[in-house]
């Protein structure tokens, strides 16, 4: 069942509601608030094939471009979206991707390091579009985007991508989908 396109289907919606609840629950910071976000796009990475992923987050982003509330502070809209946090936005889509393919090619024979080394990529590359995009979004200089908009949450983040594995690893996820 979990090959299944249907499966992989429901499960990309589910995850699209998930990383919106995730949303929510945040914590209002300057230009860019402390959410969950970062959870979720990673337990979407590691869940569903990359393909699958990608497209989980880029619904998520489309119903936002449409302006369905579903980013941090029950907001939606193209402002949101390009707006100052636009660059981590729009990457949410390829981090998830680029993570879930390098999980699911197994490249490390360690559980915890397959799926940490690409969870940490795909938040390399959401920061670095995000702190390149708010630098330019809100006219500051690369080193202000980056103390603003990185800095400040690299240890956070961290703990979200543990606490992910831990979720994974706890919950014997991949076995859980191989059986269902």
């Known amino acids: 069942m979990v090959n299944s396109k249907t499966f992989k289907i429901v499960l ?11 949303a929510q629950i945040s914590i209002p910071f300057g230009a860019v608030p402390f959410t969950l ?7 979407t990475a590691s869940i569903l094939p990359p393909v699958y992923a990608f497209l989980s ?7 936002g471009l449409f302006g369905v509330p579903v980013f941090a502070g029950l907001k ?16 949410f ?3 998830a991707f680029l993570s879930s393919y390098l999980i699911h090619k197994n490249y490390f024979k360690n559980a915890i390091i397959n799926l940490a080394i690409p969870m940490i990529l795909g938040l390399l590359l959401i920061y670095i579009d995000g702190f390149l995009y ?3 979004a809100a006219h500051m200089s690369l080193k202000k985007a980056f103390m603003v908009g ?17 979720v994974h690893q706890a919950l014997k996820v991949r076995k859980v989908l191989n059986n269902a």
């Open 12 to 22: 990309s919606g589910l995850m699209i509601a998930v990383t919106a609840i995730c």
């Open 37 to 43: 976000q970062i959870f979720a796009i990673f337990l």
């Open 57 to 63: 987050l880029l619904g998520y982003v489309l119903l």
């Open 76 to 91: 939606g809209g193209a402002s949101v979206v390009f707006g100052a946090t636009g660059g981590y936005i729009l990457t």
């Open 93 to 95: 889509p390829i981090a």
């Open 134 to 136: 708010l630098s330019y």
């Open 150 to 166: 990185v800095a400040p949450f690299i240890i956070f983040d961290l703990i979200k991508i543990g606490l992910v594995i831990f």
